[in-house]
């Protein structure tokens, strides 16, 4: 009898340390999803439109992660309906931002103005098909996963539309659109502009009123 219980203290003990590190390591990976879910949300709900940047390109190597983050964003039909092109020429830039200052005078009375892409040192350029009714669509999902991405490792990112209208409308720019070497169907839609925060703005308010449940 002596001996049985032995061998069932014996039995119980080696369950116990079998399990030990295992409920440990559910409980550490429920600790870990949970920090995760909760890193995404805190970038989506922190992120901010950054109009001020400081002066030093955001280097190749970040840039691809954010690119990379980017061309994985959903798509109807796995179409990946976008053109990205990356600029972080200065001569580009300014240049283009020059033929920008002669068109609208206010623009070069601001001293620290340097390019129309709210002097941001390196700016992403997407195009769509125009061939395919969601490509706009797919572009924004493309733009909201970089966005992100370079929020979450401290690079600042605004989208804009205005710089793609003139450099679209205006005849002096047609050199620099003509750089960007769009596919051929393809439309300069929309740009972002990329840097390192220079600024810290407060959220602005949303309008929660305008999501329902519909029963």
Do not use: H
Request: hydrophobic share 35%; charged share 25%; net charge neutral.
């Amino acid at each position: 009898m002596k001996s049985l219980k032995l061998m069932l203290l014996g039995a119980g003990l080696l369950m116990l340390s079998g399990c030990g590190p295992q409920v440990q390591r559910e409980s550490e990976s429920t600790v870990t999803e949970k920090s995760d879910s909760e890193a995404v949300i805190e970038t989506i709900m922190s992120r901010r439109s950054i109009r001020k940047y400081k002066p030093e390109a955001v280097n190749r190597d970040t840039m691809k992660v954010i690119l990379d983050c980017g061309i994985n964003a959903p798509n109807g039909q796995n179409k990946q309906s976008w053109a990205v092109r990356v600029v972080d020429n200065p001569e580009f830039l300014n240049g283009v931002s020059e033929i920008f200052k002669q068109k609208n005078p206010k623009a070069a009375e601001d001293p620290d103005f340097k390019n129309m892409f709210r002097n941001a040192p390196t700016v992403v350029f997407i195009g769509n098909d125009t061939s395919y009714d969601c490509s706009q669509i797919d572009c924004g999902l493309l733009g909201e996963n970089m966005v992100l991405a370079a929020w979450s490792m401290g690079i600042g990112s605004c989208c804009l539309a205005s710089p793609t209208r003139f450099m679209a409308d205006t005849p002096e720019a047609a050199e620099y659109l003509k750089r960007l070497e769009l596919p051929e169907g393809y439309k300069l839609l929309y740009c972002i502009a990329f840097g390192y925060p220079d600024e810290a703005p407060a959220a602005k308010p949303r309008d929660a009123a305008k999501v329902k449940y519909i029963d």
